[in-house]
């Protein structure tokens, strides 16, 4: 039987080679992206592609810092601060496409790099992103896959919800749906019909109130507000039900 050292580096080498597949994917959008994209809008309010372009290489920085803690043992911060981060960003959203592409190789290379040089030991070492609960390092990878993948859908350039793949969609749905547990959020059934599962949405102590119906990506992008919902059904028949932002 695997120790769970090793069974964290299993995980590990298994998220690294899914990181690596959906970051080829990006960068091959970023090298289409021309001068006068870069500065059109994103799907993501009042960001640019651009934004997402830099956000994604200063996110693959930050994680790279969770790694770097994770091997080392000292403590270092994915961001100095939320301020730091978003003016990071924002100084970076207007330099042409071409750096803004090599950018986001360059900081997904070192990424990778970093990611290499852990133990296996290491992967269960615990780091702390800016937001939320300490978590091992491997858990890092499946954040890391997360950010590229949904942003790869809010450069509006050609990468839909429907290009996710499938067991992204499968994995991220219910992580996803147990955020929407809130007094504010609909008590709603999400019948999955890609891998025949439900999920529950809103408070655990009011019953659904309704049944949607879709494929994994269908609902995840509902969710995530990557989608009105076009192509899910509702039973009973109506409109969906609004939810907060993720």
Known sequence: MNSPAQHAAAKAAELTARVDAATARVLGTAAGITDDAARQPSL??????GHVLTHLARNADGLRNLLIWARTGVETPQ??????????IEAGAGR?????????????AAFGAEAARLADGDWLGQVRALRGPAHPAWVTLRRRLTEVEIHHVDLDAGYGPADWPVDFSAELLPR?????????????LLNDSTNRSQHRIGPAERPPEITITGPSWQLLAWLLGRSDGTGLTAEPAGPLPPVPPW
């Open 79 to 88: 961001y100095a601060s939320s301020e730091a981060r978003n003016d990071e």
């Open 44 to 49: 993501l309010p009042g960001w640019t592609r």
């Open 176 to 188: 996803v749906a147990g955020d929407f547990s809130d007094a504010d959020c609909p008590a709603a």
């Open 96 to 108: 042409p496409a071409a750096e803004l592409a090599a950018d986001l190789a360059g900081s997904a």
